[in-house]
Nanobody, 121 residues
């Protein structure tokens, strides 16, 4: 099993910043993609940002220019720097990792437990 541990959520005022971290562990041979998703009450889970091991990124239109995803391949850790936060960014943020394990089954697609981000107006 590959475990993902998230940290960095919390309560912030509109216009503020937060940085989320997600560390992956557990016999990882290669991380292919790490991503952040979010789910607000009553809404479906949506992709916020993703990054490949070579640094290629993609973002939801709603966060472009405000959020930045980065990866530390040596630490198997992905970060999400969130700036200019808005009340509509309030959600539970989930980390996702897809890659290859050392042991069988080789391919993994793992999720973190989620971290709450609340932006007050």
């Amino acid at each position: 099993q590959v475990q993902l541990v998230e940290s960095g959520g919390g309560l912030v005022q509109a216009g503020g910043s937060l940085r989320l971290s997600c560390a992956a562990s557990g016999s990882i041979f290669r991380l292919n993609v790490m991503a952040w998703y979010r789910q607000a009450p009553g809404n479906q889970r949506e992709l916020v940002a993703g990054i490949t091991s070579d640094g290629t990124t993609n973002y939801a239109d709603s966060v472009k220019g405000r959020f930045m995803i980065s990866i530390d391949n040596a630490k198997n850790t992905v970060y999400l720097q969130m700036n200019s936060l808005k009340p509509e960014d309030t959600a539970v943020y989930y980390c996702n990792a897809v890659g290859i394990r050392v042991a069988f089954p080789r391919r993994f697609d793992s999720w973190g437990q989620g971290t709450q981000v609340t932006v007050s107006s």
